[in-house]
């Protein structure tokens, strides 16, 4: 098969998305189907890119640092999609490149699979405080783009029935994302290389390390595991908590560390590269995350693989790896956290059993097993012959020149005080977009 992947984020970004579309990229070419990736490009961008990933021209996304917004397809792009004769686009974003795989989709008449990864009503908080998108847009949007779509992907039956809530009524297909355990395994580190990192970051030997590694934003609930700190100081006065990730709330969080009076205690590394992940899950003495905002919760599986115990936030995305006290540990409130932490951290018994077990437990959630999953619907679709109906694209232009391309991302404020019209061209291509099947 040859398989269009359509995604706004995507590596060097660092975040579940990205890890779940470059796992199933892979898993699929192993197979032996042609899998191309479209996504915006980012000024982290490396030199030498993975093969068979296209960068869309972009801008910075006005109201969250480090992400880009898609602008319209380049004439070299739009021509050599054409020649790639897909046989599935797979969107897994809701925006400028779920929008443009959706366009491609009705203007060629390929079947379109979507991943619902994000529970967006928890984050309209980032678009002037709320004050613009409600939470009721962000479902009514989600339904929207569910329903255009041949088949929607959930993680986790949690996602599946907030969408069927929200009134999707596209088939829905609950296939877990699967993670490749061997990427995180401690026997790829050695103990002295985990050691050097320890000392890079002024740790000890056997400081005791909270770890949280992911996305830095307000709907992680970062601050819970901060505020549990100084309980666990009491008892454990040279415990330290290192955060690994970059988001806008990373500012937050360090002035409340300093308003507890812990900031010496805790370490921001900032974002660090796909292939230094494994090596900083194993700072960890145990990983511990408050989030109830995922629809998986892939870091948890992460640390798991890693052989980290796991503390997290009682959720239904989660309760499919994590038994309490088996496979992890999950509390209620927030004040059960400090004492949990220090169970974990200083009774040797429990931290092996949970680290064994974990480790156990993710070789269910195998990149193989997700990856056939995946093909079979892939197969199912094309051999039902359901397809949308082929529809001409509109009378204006899908593709810009490279010159147009620089002029927009030069002067983003033309964007700003809508000088640049590309939302109301956005908004001719709404009547394509609903064309389905």
């Given at each position: 098969?040859?398989?269009?992947?359509?995604?706004?984020?995507?590596?060097?970004?660092?975040?579940?998305?990205?890890?779940?579309?470059?796992?199933?990229?892979?898993?699929?070419?192993?197979?032996?189907?042609?899998?191309?990736?479209?996504?915006?490009?980012?000024?982290?961008?490396?030199?030498?890119?993975?093969?068979?990933?296209?960068?869309?021209?972009?801008?910075?996304?006005?109201?969250?640092?480090?992400?880009?917004?898609?602008?319209?397809?380049?004439?070299?792009?739009?021509?050599?999609?054409?020649?790639?004769?897909?046989?599935?686009?797979?969107?897994?974003?809701?925006?400028?490149?779920?929008?443009?795989?959706?366009?491609?989709?009705?203007?060629?008449?390929?079947?379109?699979?979507?991943?619902?990864?994000?529970?967006?009503?928890?984050?309209?908080?980032?678009?002037?405080?709320?004050?613009?998108?409600?939470?009721?847009?962000?479902?009514?949007?989600?339904?929207?783009?569910?329903?255009?779509?041949?088949?929607?992907?959930?993680?986790?039956?949690?996602?599946?029935?907030?969408?069927?809530?929200?009134?999707?009524?596209?088939?829905?297909?609950?296939?877990?994302?699967?993670?490749?355990?061997?990427?995180?395994?401690?026997?790829?580190?050695?103990?002295?290389?985990?050691?050097?990192?320890?000392?890079?970051?002024?740790?000890?030997?056997?400081?005791?390390?909270?770890?949280?590694?992911?996305?830095?934003?307000?709907?992680?609930?970062?601050?819970?595991?901060?505020?549990?700190?100084?309980?666990?100081?009491?008892?454990?006065?040279?415990?330290?908590?290192?955060?690994?990730?970059?988001?806008?709330?990373?500012?937050?969080?360090?002035?409340?560390?300093?308003?507890?009076?812990?900031?010496?205690?805790?370490?921001?590394?900032?974002?660090?590269?796909?292939?230094?992940?494994?090596?900083?899950?194993?700072?960890?003495?145990?990983?511990?995350?408050?989030?109830?905002?995922?629809?998986?919760?892939?870091?948890?599986?992460?640390?798991?693989?890693?052989?980290?115990?796991?503390?997290?936030?009682?959720?239904?995305?989660?309760?499919?790896?994590?038994?309490?006290?088996?496979?992890?540990?999950?509390?209620?409130?927030?004040?059960?956290?400090?004492?949990?932490?220090?169970?974990?951290?200083?009774?040797?018994?429990?931290?092996?059993?949970?680290?064994?077990?974990?480790?156990?437990?993710?070789?269910?959630?195998?990149?193989?097993?997700?990856?056939?999953?995946?093909?079979?619907?892939?197969?199912?679709?094309?051999?039902?012959?359901?397809?949308?109906?082929?529809?001409?694209?509109?009378?204006i232009p899908l593709v810009i020149g490279a010159k147009a391309v620089?002029?927009?991302?030069?002067?983003?404020?033309?964007?700003?005080?809508?000088?640049?019209?590309?939302?109301?061209?956005?908004?001719?291509?709404?009547?394509?977009?609903?064309?389905?099947?």
């Open positions: 098969m040859n398989i269009g992947i359509f995604s706004d984020t995507y590596y060097p970004q660092l975040n579940g998305v990205a890890t779940s579309i470059r796992t199933l990229a892979a898993g699929l070419r192993k197979k032996g189907h042609n899998v191309y990736i479209f996504t915006p490009w980012d000024p982290r961008t490396p030199e030498v890119d993975e093969p068979d990933v296209f960068r869309i021209p972009s801008m910075p996304f006005l109201f969250l640092k480090n992400y880009r917004a898609g602008l319209l397809c380049p004439p070299h792009l739009a021509k050599k999609i054409r020649s790639m004769h897909l046989d599935i686009i797979h969107t897994q974003t809701e925006f400028s490149l779920g929008f443009f795989g959706k366009f491609i989709s009705t203007t060629q008449g390929i079947p379109m699979v979507h991943t619902y990864h994000t529970m967006y009503e928890d984050y309209v908080h980032y678009i002037a405080g709320g004050h613009i998108i409600s939470q009721e847009m962000a479902r009514e949007y989600s339904k929207f783009f569910c329903n255009a779509t041949t088949d929607v992907i959930a993680p986790t039956k949690k996602t599946e029935d907030l969408l069927q809530s929200y009134g999707v009524t596209t088939p829905i297909s609950v296939i877990p994302t699967g993670i490749d355990t061997s990427h995180f395994s401690r026997e790829n580190f050695s103990t002295e290389e985990i050691l050097a990192l320890r000392h890079a970051l002024g740790l000890e030997k056997d400081t005791p390390v909270v770890l949280s590694l992911g996305r830095v934003a307000k709907e992680k609930s970062i601050d819970t595991v901060l505020k549990a700190m100084p309980a666990l100081l009491e008892k454990l006065p040279n415990a330290k908590m290192i955060i690994v990730g970059e988001g806008p709330e990373k500012e937050n969080l360090g002035v409340l560390a300093k308003n507890l009076g812990i900031e010496e205690h805790i370490i921001f590394t900032g974002g660090r590269p796909w292939a230094e992940i494994g090596k900083y899950y194993q700072l960890g003495d145990v990983f511990c995350s408050a989030s109830v905002s995922e629809t998986q919760g892939l870091t948890f599986a992460e640390a798991m693989a890693a052989g980290i115990p796991v503390i997290a936030k009682d959720d239904p995305c989660i309760q499919n790896i994590i038994d309490h006290r088996k496979t992890g540990l999950l509390f209620e409130v927030a004040e059960a956290l400090p004492d949990l932490l220090y169970q974990v951290l200083t009774d040797a018994s429990l931290h092996s059993g949970l680290s064994a077990a974990g480790m156990e437990k993710m070789k269910e959630l195998s990149a193989e097993a997700f990856c056939t999953c995946v093909e079979s619907l892939y197969e199912k679709i094309l051999e039902s012959g359901i397809r949308p109906e082929k529809v001409s694209p509109p009378a620089k002029k927009i991302t030069k002067f983003p404020r033309r964007f700003v005080e809508n000088k640049f019209h590309y939302p109301k061209q956005l908004a001719k291509f709404l009547p394509y977009f609903n064309k389905f099947k």
